[in-house]
């Protein structure tokens, strides 16, 4: 498990748990919570299990999913609501001029 910013990432699949090609993890948001306004080299599948948040300027609400295009920046805000997030192994971030490989995806 891995905070920041008052984000909650869980794990659910990526190398270190023996996934060759795929990282998926749960996203538990805080309530009014935005998230860090940031873009990935990669893919990345939102699917709201419960709550409601914006990613990439869509609202969505349980059930719904959002796909970011790799190379867009976005953010996500909202909450409280937990999501599922999914993408290829590999995923890199970048916030502002900060590089990040996500742990949660590595």
Sequence with gaps: MFERHGFVFKPHASPSLGSEQIAL???EV???ARGERHQVD???VFHVLSGRVTVHGRDAGPGD???VPPHTEFELVG??????VA??????G???????APP???
């Design 25 to 27: 993890w749960t996203l």
């Design 30 to 32: 805080p309530a009014d």
């Design 42 to 44: 990669k893919e990345e």
């Design 65 to 67: 999913t959002v796909i």
């Design 79 to 84: 909450g409280p609501a937990t999501v599922l």
């Design 87 to 92: 993408t290829s192994v590999g995923i890199t």
């Design 94 to 100: 970048l916030i502002g001029d900060q590089r990040l």
């Design 104 to 106: 949660w995806a590595q």
